[in-house]
Each structure stands twice: as C-alpha cells, then as structure tokens.
C-alpha cells in the first residue's frame, strides 16, 4: 500500500504505516507483516468472535428455555395448590352459614321478623350457598335418610316408636359439607333408635 491508500471501517483502519482494529486495540504495523497476514489476522479474529457470538446466543437461548420452564413449573405448582387454597378459604366461611342455618332453625322468632329483611337475608344464604356450590363444596345431610357413619356424626339418639325409622336421621344439628366429593366435615346428627318394648 502507497502512503495515499486508506481502507477505512469502523472497526478497521489501514494506513501507510499501520492497520488498527480499534475494537481490541490490536495494532498490526505494516512492517511487521505483509497485508495478507493482516487480512489472515483478522479472519482468526472473526473467527474468534463468532464462535464467541454462538456460545452467547447458545447461553441467551437456554436461559430463555429455563425461564420459561420456571413460569411453566410455577404456574403447575399454582394450579396444584388451587384447590387446596380453596378449601381452606372455603372451610373458613362454613361457620357463616352455620349461623343463617341456626337463625333459620328458630322459626318462631324468625317469622316474628320483618318479611322483607327475612327475604333479603334468605336471599344472602342462598347467593353464599351458590358461591359454595360454582367452588365444589357442597352440602349433605337430610331428614329421613339412614344414619352413615362414613357421612354423618351422631350427636344424640331418640326412641322412635316405628321400626322403619330405626337408624334413620330424626334431627339435623349442623349440615355436613363436601368438597369435590370429599367430606370436609361430616353433619351432625340426632339418630332414631327403635326398640321393642317387652
């Protein structure tokens, strides 16, 4: 190259006495080496720089495929706990309907109450007995089916003079509740007992 031949870049500025790779501040005189062994240099430097590019661009893609393996093990680990975090919520609010059922029970003093406020508190049970139901809980225990123990808890029993009310369900107590099947908490009960007078 003559003193009048510049090969500019913006990396990369070859003149009559040096060639400079600014980037790395490499420095390559001319009277060191011939162009060619520049032009070599530089293509190892190149080299160098995309093996460089491909093992960040390998790190960058696996830290992206970990991250999104996380948000993927979180939201599994979320949707596991979801109905646990339900129940416990929702175990928490059957004393609320234990209430409206005790307030319910009492049906001389709650007909001695005002007819449109007994509609508008009946009309908050049963919109909490909705919201129980959407959310899987649900509730058991009737008058007249046959005691289960698996179901129900005998509190008290009663003498029933008719035989085919023997194990029968004569009182509820407390409601029983399951949730998605499973009993959370068994009604109370009072049991008819027959027995024959001898």
């Given at each position: 190259?003559?003193?009048?031949?510049?090969?500019?870049?913006?990396?990369?500025?070859?003149?009559?006495?040096?060639?400079?790779?600014?980037?790395?501040?490499?420095?390559?005189?001319?009277?060191?080496?011939?162009?060619?062994?520049?032009?070599?240099?530089?293509?190892?430097?190149?080299?160098?720089?995309?093996?460089?590019?491909?093992?960040?661009?390998?790190?960058?893609?696996?830290?992206?495929?970990?991250?999104?393996?996380?948000?993927?093990?979180?939201?599994?680990?979320?949707?596991?706990?979801?109905?646990?975090?339900?129940?416990?919520?929702?175990?928490?609010?059957?004393?609320?309907?234990?209430?409206?059922?005790?307030?319910?029970?009492?049906?001389?003093?709650?007909e001695k109450?005002?007819?449109?406020w007994r509609?508008?508190?009946?009309?908050?049970?049963?919109?909490?007995?909705?919201?129980?139901?959407?959310?899987?809980?649900?509730?058991?225990?009737?008058?007249?089916?046959?005691?289960?123990?698996?179901?129900?808890?005998?509190?008290?029993?009663?003498?029933?003079s008719e035989?085919?009310?023997?194990?029968?369900?004569?009182?509820?107590?407390?409601?029983?509740?399951?949730?998605?099947?499973?009993?959370?908490?068994?009604?109370?009960?009072?049991?008819?007992?027959?027995?024959?007078?001898?």
């Amino acid at each position: 190259m003559n003193e009048k031949d510049t090969l500019k870049n913006d990396d990369i500025t070859i003149g009559s006495d040096e060639a400079v790779f600014d980037t790395d501040d490499i420095i390559i005189d001319e009277e060191e080496g011939e162009p060619l062994k520049i032009i070599k240099k530089l293509r190892e430097r190149l080299k160098t720089c995309e093996v460089e590019k491909l093992q960040y661009l390998d790190g960058w893609q696996r830290s992206k495929a970990d991250y999104a393996n996380a948000r993927k093990n979180e939201e599994k680990n979320l949707s596991e706990l979801e109905p646990f975090i339900k129940e416990k919520v929702l175990m928490e609010l059957i004393p609320i309907a234990d209430n409206f059922d005790v307030a319910f029970r009492n049906k001389e003093a709650w007909e001695k109450v005002d007819k449109n406020w007994r509609i508008g508190v009946e009309g908050i049970y049963s919109n909490l007995i909705g919201i129980f139901y959407s959310l899987g809980l649900s509730q058991f225990g009737t008058i007249g089916e046959k005691f289960d123990p698996t179901l129900c808890q005998a509190i008290e029993t009663e003498k029933v003079s008719e035989k085919e009310k023997d194990d029968e369900v004569i009182t509820i107590i407390q409601k029983g509740y399951k949730f998605k099947g499973k009993v959370v908490r068994p009604a109370k009960v009072r049991v008819g007992i027959y027995k024959e007078d001898n």
